[in-house]
């Protein structure tokens, strides 16, 4: 290839990223072994580069219909690589301003070169020309219907039709803007090694702007695009650990108490578990369960970054009643069980393409086989927390129904509005949900209820 040819690395990177994702692999996952792997990016080409694989991802759907109005072909006569190449550039013309137009289309032609030979160059060319030509008629304002929005908001028909009848239009399509925006780091400041303005203090000496999220003592938003979290001052000395403002929320409903003994029964990475450990003043003993591999050695690297040595990392099955007795009794037990991630489709895009309508409740026997199990650890007395990070009512109000109509020495305990930030996060069964979050602040989508167990 001539020199002349040769596509910026940002653009290769992004597309083998995207290609990851395509064939399976999470795009967190992809996106850092990636970087990683290229240790000489500068962070701004690290910035775009995270900029083009989450906003392809998150509007997908809606690049696929310009494509198609683009073109003389079908879209499934389209290579899905080629494909891929033109959502890259099409994001670039459409939704990010900082590319120029003319930018844009010169490197989605040099990567279709550089991959796929002269062939492709002009088919990618035409389409992103006639793009710019007619970009009124080929990206229409969505009307208010399902699939309209669906299609422009590139998520699944079945999940906005569902939030149609749950929430209304109105607050359906604020939901799918807010999954769809950009999402700004927030951090947890760990209070085992320091405070909130002593971290925000040492940012701001090393230049990182931040401000602190109300209703949330220990969170600090960092104000400004950055680059990978682990380069950021304090935290490879575990000041800090990455967690959106919703899941901070959650511990906090354990209601943990000096001298308690605390489960956490699905631990991994260890978010939560390292907040569990911090409450009380860290008089606590927290025992932290894991069963995949690879997510136990997380958990432990995690927590030992954070410096938390209140807490014992066990590898087992929460759902296999017969390890779950090995564990012994519990005064307050969280359980966080895994989830179609509804609810975080701002940070995993990529689920609402691989979860079907049949999903929830495939997840729900699961989850409540899983609560039921822990259940048994939560002596007389105790508390039981059930989290999810998803909004479907099978996997949220419907285990909990469930569960509470078999174990009659269960009861729900309302969360109070002193617990959390704002009382519109409490349902008026007591529950606590931030779905569907105000327009004011963009939220992942958590559900929680707390259970005290009473004597048969």
Not at 41 to 55: A, H, K, M, N, W
Not at 263 to 286: F, N, Q, R, W, Y
Request: hydrophobic fraction near 40%; charge should be neutral.
């Amino acid at each position: 290839m001539k020199a002349s040819q040769k596509t910026s690395s940002t653009r290769e990177l992004a597309f083998d990223i995207l290609e990851d994702v395509r064939r399976g692999r999470f795009a967190e996952y992809a996106l850092s072994e990636h970087l990683e792997n290229s240790p000489s990016l500068s962070p701004e080409d690290r910035g775009l580069i995270t900029e083009l694989v989450y906003g392809v991802l998150r509007w997908q759907s809606r690049l696929d219909g310009i494509i198609r109005r683009c073109s003389d072909h079908p879209l499934s006569n389209v290579k899905p690589a080629v494909r891929q190449i033109l959502r890259i550039g099409l994001y670039q013309l459409f939704l990010l301003d900082r590319v120029p137009d003319h930018a844009a289309v010169d490197e989605a032609a040099k990567l279709s070169h550089s991959r796929f030979g002269k062939q492709t160059v002009g088919f990618v060319n035409a389409v992103l020309r006639r793009a710019l030509r007619e970009r009124e008629r080929v990206d229409p304002r969505p009307k208010q219907d399902v699939g309209s929005l669906a299609a422009y908001y590139s998520h699944p028909t079945w999940l906005v039709k569902r939030w149609f009848l749950e929430v209304g239009p109105a607050d359906t399509e604020r939901v799918l803007r807010q999954n769809n925006s950009r999402v700004a780091i927030v951090v947890r400041v760990n209070a085992l090694k320091t405070t909130r303005e002593q971290l925000a203090t040492l940012w701001l000496s090393h230049g990182v702007e931040c401000e602190p999220v109300q209703g949330l003592p220990y969170a600090l938003k960092i104000v400004g695009g950055r680059g990978p979290v682990h380069f950021l001052p304090g935290f490879e000395k575990g000041l800090f650990v990455v967690q959106d403002p919703a899941a901070q929320m959650i511990a906090p409903l354990v209601g943990v108490q000096p001298g308690d003994r605390v489960l956490d029964a699905c631990a991994a990475p260890g978010g939560k578990t390292s907040h569990l450990a911090a409450l009380a003043a860290g008089e606590v003993s927290v025992t932290a369960v894991e069963f995949d591999p690879e997510r136990v050695r997380d958990l432990e690297a995690n927590l030992l970054r954070l410096g938390v040595t209140n807490a014992r990392v066990v590898a087992g099955d929460v759902s296999d009643a017969e390890f779950v007795r090995s564990l012994g009794s519990f005064d307050r037990v969280l359980l966080d069980p895994p989830c179609t991630n509804l609810g975080v489709l701002r940070h995993n895009p990529e689920a609402r393409y691989r979860t079907g309508p049949g999903d929830p409740a495939r997840f729900a026997e699961f989850q409540l086989r899983m609560l039921d199990s822990v259940a048994q650890t939560v002596r007389v007395g105790g508390s039981l927390v059930y989290s999810v990070c998803t909004v479907s009512s099978e996997e949220t109000t419907g285990v909990i129904q469930q569960f509470l109509g078999e174990r009659r020495e269960f009861s729900l305990e309302p969360v109070a509005a002193r617990e959390v930030p704002s009382p519109e996060f409490i349902r008026a069964e007591g529950f606590f949900s931030t779905f569907p979050a105000p327009e004011y602040l963009a939220l992942d989508g958590f559900f929680a209820a707390r259970m005290r167990r009473g004597p048969l």
